[in-house]
C-alpha cells in the first residue's frame, strides 16, 4: 500500500524544483496536455485503490483550503509514509505508531517546524494591497 503512494510522491517530486520535468498526460478523449503542475496531474492519474485516492484528496484538500501547496503536501505525505514504512514492517499497527513514544519523530518535526515558521513569520494587514497580486 505505501509503495502506491510512494510512487505518486515520486511522480509529483519531480515537477518541483529549478530542474523540474514536464509530464505529457494523455485524457480519455485522445489529448495531449504537458504540464508541470502537480495538482493537475493528480487530477489525471486513474487510481483503483481508495486508499491511494486518498492521497489525491489531501492534494485536493491543500488546493481548496490554501489555494497552493498541492506537490509539496503529497511530497510531505510520501517522505512521512516512508518513515512509517519501516515501524509497518515490524507489525507495528498504525495506531501504535501515532502514539506513545514512537510518535516522537513526528511531534518533534512538528514542533521544528511551527518553530521554523514563527521565526519566519511577519505580520501582514489584510488591509494592505501591496501584498496583494
Same mark, same amino acid.
Not at 506537490?71 to 501515532?98: F, Q, R, W
Given at each position: ?39 493537475a496531474i493528480l487530477h489525471e492519474i486513474d487510481l483503483a485503490r @481508495? %486508499? ?5 484528496? +489531501? =492534494?485536493? &484538500?491543500? !488546493?481548496?483550503?490554501?489555494? *497552493? ?24 499497527? @498504525? %495506531? ?5 513514544? +514512537? =510518535?516522537? &519523530?513526528? !511531534?518533534?518535526?512538528?514542533? *521544528? ?21
Amino acid at each position: 500500500m505505501i509503495d502506491v503512494y510512494q510512487a505518486i510522491a515520486d511522480i509529483i517530486r519531480t515537477t518541483l524544483g529549478p530542474r523540474f520535468m514536464l509530464k505529457m498526460l494523455f485524457d480519455a478523449s485522445g489529448g495531449i496536455m504537458v504540464t508541470n503542475d502537480g495538482n493537475a496531474i493528480l487530477h489525471e492519474i486513474d487510481l483503483a485503490r @481508495p %486508499t491511494a485516492k486518498s492521497m489525491i484528496e +489531501l =492534494s485536493c &484538500t491543500q !488546493d481548496e483550503e490554501v489555494g *497552493d501547496g498541492t506537490t509539496s503536501i503529497i511530497i510531505l505525505a510520501g517522505e512521512m509514509l516512508h518513515v512509517a514504512e519501516a515501524l509497518i514492517d515490524k507489525n507495528y499497527h @498504525p %495506531t501504535i505508531i501515532c502514539r506513545d513514544n +514512537l =510518535s516522537i &519523530t513526528y !511531534d518533534k518535526a512538528l514542533e *521544528d517546524a511551527i518553530a521554523v515558521f514563527d521565526k519566519i513569520a511577519m505580520p501582514v494587514d489584510a488591509n494592505d494591497h501591496k501584498f496583494c497580486c
